[in-house]
């Protein structure tokens, strides 16, 4: 069964730096599929970031950008210029090839950003 | 407008009470899902349906029982509340089929059991 671990609960970033939230996954797929969501304290999800497995190009949107790196099974998720809005739980996710249609989230990081 | 809407968006109830959350899309989507969010924040999946038909069923205790009449709607019905069932539950749709689509979230629907 796919699984996927975010190591860190909590980081702090000052307003205006960079900072990168860490993801890994174990799965034995070759094809799958990979998502970072924001949870605002409004509690909506919200998508932040998209990859494909099989594109080797790291997705970006704006600010947001992602290392995937598919031999070690990592994906992680840089924001830069951080802004104060930025600050929400981060929650990285899976999603399966297979005909279940499953997404598995990581346990989330909670970002505060610092004025 | 809103694409994915449940309600309601709060509910308090007392233990063994029986409740239920409804969820609708908007989306046209083939696939709806309920996810439990935990005080840690832990999102795990409960059930997924596909054009009304059940294809995830996890370690969900009986009391929860899913309904979709049709593929836009899927309820939750929870009966016999207990304290541990105080979660946020999410509903979620997804095309189904299309693997690089994110899946499209309700606001969540915050259950207290007192």
């Given at each position: 069964?796919?699984?996927?671990?975010?190591?860190?609960?909590?980081?702090?970033?000052?307003?205006?730096?960079?900072?990168?939230l860490?993801?890994?996954?174990?799965?034995?797929?070759?094809?799958?599929?990979?998502f970072w969501y924001k949870q605002p304290p409004s509690r909506q999800m919200i998508l932040v970031i998209?990859?494909?497995?099989?594109?080797?190009?790291?997705?970006?949107e704006?600010?947001f950008?992602?290392?995937?790196?598919?031999?070690?099974?990592?994906?992680?998720l840089?924001i830069?210029?951080?802004?104060?809005g930025d600050a929400a739980m981060y929650f990285c996710?899976?999603?399966?090839?297979?005909?279940?249609?499953?997404?598995?989230?990581?346990?989330g990081t909670r970002l505060?950003?610092?004025? | 407008?809103?694409?994915?809407?449940?309600?309601?968006?709060?509910?308090?109830?007392?233990?063994?009470?029986?409740?239920?959350?409804?969820?609708?899309?908007?989306?046209?989507?083939?696939?709806?899902?309920?996810?439990?969010?935990?005080?840690?924040?832990?999102?795990?999946?409960?059930?997924?349906?596909?054009?009304?038909?059940?294809?995830?069923?996890?370690?969900?205790?009986?009391?929860?029982?899913?309904?979709?009449?049709?593929?836009?709607?899927?309820?939750?019905?929870?009966?016999?509340?207990?304290?541990?069932?105080?979660?946020?539950?999410?509903?979620?749709?997804?095309?189904?089929?299309?693997?690089?689509?994110?899946?499209?979230f309700?606001?969540?629907?915050?259950?207290?059991?007192?």
């Amino acid at each position: 069964a796919q699984t996927v671990t975010q190591s860190q609960p909590e980081m702090s970033v000052q307003e205006a730096e960079t900072v990168t939230l860490s993801c890994t996954y174990d799965t034995s797929e070759s094809d799958y599929y990979l998502f970072w969501y924001k949870q605002p304290p409004s509690r909506q999800m919200i998508l932040v970031i998209r990859q494909e497995a099989y594109k080797q190009q790291n997705a970006t949107e704006n600010r947001f950008s992602v290392n995937f790196q598919k031999a070690a099974k990592s994906f992680s998720l840089k924001i830069s210029d951080s802004q104060l809005g930025d600050a929400a739980m981060y929650f990285c996710a899976y999603r399966t090839t297979s005909g279940t249609y499953k997404y598995i989230f990581g346990t989330g990081t909670r970002l505060k950003v610092l004025a | 407008d809103t694409a994915v809407s449940q309600t309601p968006k709060y509910l308090v109830t007392q233990m063994g009470n029986d409740k239920s959350i409804k969820c609708e899309q908007n989306l046209g989507h083939d696939t709806m899902y309920w996810y439990k969010q935990d005080s840690k924040k832990f999102l795990k999946i409960m059930f997924s349906y596909n054009n009304k038909e059940l294809i995830i069923n996890e370690t969900v205790p009986n009391r929860f029982s899913p309904k979709s009449p049709d593929k836009a709607h899927l309820n939750l019905h929870i009966n016999s509340l207990e304290l541990g069932d105080s979660a946020v539950y999410f509903c979620a749709s997804s095309p189904g089929s299309s693997y690089n689509s994110p899946l499209h979230f309700g606001n969540g629907t915050r259950l207290t059991v007192t």
